[in-house]
């Protein structure tokens, strides 16, 4: 925004223009120039790297207690479930996950609970084999809980220390298919109580104000305890994860950054304010 | 919610002299607010807003219906001119095969949109082929078989690493047979890996396709412009479709695409299934954004 700005109207619609273009939505927008205007009094010239600052501290603020490892410290498997709207990077993330786990000596789990979309058990499976995990499938499967349900037990009698499930990518409009969701999740509690342990939010980075109607609706069905936004590889800023942190205090656990293995980065708010500075 | 906000801030104007800069500037930021939350990119919602001001301003309030609902109409009927024609057809004439290029970014819906289209093209008598031209996305060929199997339309695959050269085959394929519409289902790819794009390039340049299908998440917001913008410069794309239309997102990107493109929107995609393709309605797109 140039050195040592006076703070005018000018520069305020430049800085409201970069806000809105990055999805980060009215309420964050308004707060941040609410933000910006408070700290233009104390201090006539801001420039660049003062607006970086105070974005810095109020996003830091806002995610400082956010848990961002995923409960694997139990004499159970660890049960996520995976769930996001069409396309926006489950199964491809899901690949990514298990071999981040694997990585690090767990023994992971893979249940290919899309029983829905064409080639969708063939495609994680290629990722099972990439991220060198084992796989729950059943290409005659018509519905998911039955699959789940056989999975968890496999888990459990395989001992795993942490079990992935994808589902198949759905509209939160779409009554019966948020039903198909919810009694996936009773499914899951039925085999073991607690579970499942983490509920994933995957949502594409590129995606506009949907995204906290995602949030909001998907959480009314199963409490999601955490965000992956993928995509972020792109010219996206994925400005609405802040807007669901703010309204629905639900973490951004990882981002996206790839089609490939390696592809995943556990989250911080640093890493959104450069990028967004980027 | 537009609508009644706006009837509410024009309601003392009845009958009144004209709708001067004053009370339309409070009106404008309503409108330009439902714009943005309705994706619109901003520089786009910005000039949306000052072709309704220059509009507006100076037009005598008519007696027979309220200053609201006058500048609702304005702000609707500039929306619908802006959002183009309806039912703009697919260049399918020349030398068969005619060829179309779906392309876009990610998960946009470019492989469902492609089986979609191919079992429209065929129940309207043409002879579709389907060219699986995405060799990256695991299972992607398996994805498109099945897809093409449900809408009993042939679809052309290779064992190659060479994206061009398949595209290359499939066209001797098809012009060794009845198949009269060639489509390319694509790769999704960034506007900014290079590399992926000139493969695009490539295609487009040797094949000389008749049409280029954008194919966009209707759910995307303001990285919408980067995205179309870029594949528009490098391929000249021949038209739009937006994917996902039957969720609830109101689709502003249709508005931003459609601007910084000039390009018409071909086909919305409202469902998984494959009677879910419609033409585009300005109209109805209007009333979705405006809320
Ligand atoms: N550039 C980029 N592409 C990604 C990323 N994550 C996923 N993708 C791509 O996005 C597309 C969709 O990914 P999928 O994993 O199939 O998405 P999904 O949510 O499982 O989709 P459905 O099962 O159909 O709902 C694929 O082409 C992936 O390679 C990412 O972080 N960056
Ligand atoms: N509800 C709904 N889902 C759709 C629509 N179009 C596509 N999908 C779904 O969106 C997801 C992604 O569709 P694909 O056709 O695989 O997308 P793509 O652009 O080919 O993805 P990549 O090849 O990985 O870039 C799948 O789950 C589709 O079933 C639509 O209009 N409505
Ligand atoms: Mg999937
Ligand atoms: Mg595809």
């Known amino acids: 925004f140039g050195l040592g700005m006076k703070i005018d109207s000018g520069l305020l619609e430049r800085i409201e223009a970069f806000l809105y273009e990055s999805d980060l939505g009215t309420a964050v927008t308004e707060l941040i120039l609410d933000e910006i205007e408070k700290e233009s009094r104390k201090k006539l010239l801001l420039n660049e790297a003062d607006i970086r600052e105070l974005m810095l501290r109020l996003f830091g603020e806002m995610f ?152 909001r609706e998907f959480s009314k069905v199963t409490p999601v305890s955490g965000l992956i936004v993928t995509k972020l590889d792109g010219t996206a800023k994925g400005g609405s994860m802040i807007a669901i942190r703010k309204e629905l205090h639900i973490p951004v656990k990882f981002i996206g950054l790839g089609e490939k293995l390696g592809d995943l980065l556990p989250f911080s708010p640093a890493m959104f304010v450069n990028a967004l500075f980027g | 919610q537009l609508r009644d906000n706006l009837q509410t801030i024009f309601k003392n104007l009845r009958g009144q002299g004209k709708i001067t800069e004053q009370n339309i500037a409070l009106a404008l930021r309503d409108v330009r607010r439902t714009l943005l939350e309705a994706d619109v990119n901003y520089g786009v919602a910005r000039s949306f807003i000052d072709a309704v001001k220059e509009k507006a301003l100076g037009e005598k309030v008519l007696l027979s219906i309220t200053p609201g609902q006058q500048v609702i109409k304005i702000i609707h009927d500039e929306m619908v001119r802006l959002l183009g024609d309806t039912q703009v057809p697919l260049k399918l004439d020349g030398l068969p095969p005619a060829m179309i290029m779906v392309v876009g970014l990610q998960g946009s819906g470019k492989t469902t949109f492609a089986a979609k289209l191919a079992k429209q093209l065929k129940a309207s008598g043409k002879r579709p082929m389907l060219v699986a031209a995405d060799i990256y996305r695991p299972a992607a060929i398996e994805q498109l078989q099945i897809l093409g199997e449900h809408s009993s339309v042939p679809v052309y695959r290779e064992q190659n690493r060479d994206v061009l050269r398949i595209c290359r085959n499939a066209l001797a394929q098809a012009r060794n047979s009845d198949v009269n519409v060639l489509i390319f289902d694509t790769a999704g790819r960034l506007h900014v890996d290079d590399a992926m794009m000139e493969e695009l390039s490539a295609i487009h340049r040797e094949l000389k396709p008749r049409e280029v299908l954008f194919v966009a998440d209707g759910m995307i917001g303001q990285d919408a412009v980067n995205a179309a913008k870029a594949f528009n410069a490098r391929l000249d794309v021949t038209g739009i479709v937006l994917t996902k239309m039957d969720g609830d997102a109101r689709g502003g990107a249709a508005l931003s695409i459609r601007s910084v493109t000039g390009k018409p929107i071909k086909y919305i995609s409202a469902g998984e299934s494959t009677e879910d393709l419609e033409a585009f309605h300005p109209e109805r797109f209007a009333n979705r954004i405006l809320g």
């Open chain 1, 64 to 215: 400082k207690d956010d848990e961002l490892s995923i409960p694997l410290e139990q004499n159970q498997p660890c049960v996520v479930l995976v769930v996001g709207v069409n396309g926006a990077g489950k199964t491809t993330t899901i690949g990514k996950l298990a071999s981040h786990y694997s990585a690090s000596g767990k023994k992971v789990l893979i249940i290919a609970a899309d029983t829905y979309r064409a080639a969708a058990i063939e495609q994680l499976d290629i990722w099972a084999q990439r991220a060198g995990v084992e796989i729950i499938k059943n290409l005659e499967a018509k519905n998911p809980s039955g699959i789940v349900y056989d999975g968890i037990q496999a888990g459990i009698s395989r001992n795993a220390d942490l079990i992935l499930i994808d589902t198949a990518g759905r509209l939160h409009n779409k009554a019966h298919l948020m039903q198909e969701l919810d009694k996936i999740r009773r499914v899951i509690a039925k085999v073991i109580p607690d579970a499942p342990h983490e509920t994933l939010l995957v949502l594409d980075g590129s995606i506009g104000q949907n995204s906290l109607v995602q949030a």
